[in-house]
């Protein structure tokens, strides 16, 4: 199947910092990025879905300016945490969609925690 | 309302039980497809299984079985002889015509006990 990449798998940063988060499709370009949002023991989270050369669409309470994604490439999609707090800490996985409207690969996640 | 219902937050079983995870879903869409996902620890989605809206055969695959009800609106998941690596979380998840969004349920966490 197709494969999608994230990194960093897991980063630490202080609070106050941004830090950017890759989501690559390896072997397939992908028009369409997604990026969820995961808290311990819970379900994902869509935050934003990403369309290559065009603005984002955000979630109903999602900060934009707090979380900006940029999808610059047809294979390379960013989400970069500005001004990190600590109750930013979770783990964030992006998606990638294929050939067919339903098909969505997942990428490994990146565990951030903001301290 | 949510699209995807998995009742069962925790499950623990005994090694080489059967266990049956649950799912009912949502959609006012004729076209629609339906997922399941395995969260281990590692965090890495494992994708299991898609199925179509218009195909109700239920499938096996070594350990693993699907029964697809489009009547009761469900999509359940059986795991046969349980083994301590099939812990994990489980996720069930809908994909509608547009196909844009998956919407998933909350997750099941299977233990299987040694």
């Known amino acids: 199947g197709a494969v999608v990449s994230q990194h960093p798998s897991r980063v630490i940063c202080k609070s106050g910092t941004s830090v950017k988060i890759e989501c690559r499709s390896l072997?397939?370009?992908?028009?369409?990025m997604f990026w969820y949002r995961q808290f311990p023991k819970k379900s994902l989270m869509l935050m934003a879905t990403s369309n290559e050369g065009s603005k984002a669409t955000y979630e109903q309470g999602v900060e934009k300016d707090k979380f900006l994604i940029n999808h610059a490439s047809l294979t390379l999609s960013t989400l970069t945490v500005t001004s990190a707090h600590p109750e930013d800490s979770s783990f964030y996985i992006c998606s990638a969609r294929g050939s067919e409207p339903y098909e969505q690969y997942f990428g490994p996640g990146t565990r951030l925690t903001v301290t | 309302a949510q699209k995807v219902t998995q009742a069962q937050t925790e499950i623990s079983v005994v090694e080489k039980e059967d266990v049956t995870l649950d799912c009912v879903y949502e959609?006012?869409?004729?076209?629609?497809?339906l997922f399941w996902y395995k969260q281990p620890p590692s965090g890495e989605l494992v994708f299991l299984i898609r199925?179509?809206?218009?195909?109700?055969q239920n499938e096996i695959s070594g350990r693993y079985s699907w029964n697809f009800q489009k009547s009761t609106s469900s999509f359940n998941f059986t795991i046969t002889a349980s083994q301590v690596v099939d812990s994990a979380v489980y996720f069930c998840?809908?994909?509608?015509?547009?196909?844009?969004?998956?919407?998933f349920g909350t997750g099941t966490s299977l233990t299987v006990i040694p």
């Open positions: 072997d397939f370009q992908a028009t369409t």
């Open positions: 199925r179509n809206s218009f195909d109700e």
């Open positions: 959609t006012r869409d004729t076209t629609y497809y």
């Open positions: 998840a809908l994909s509608e015509n547009t196909g844009n969004q998956f919407y």
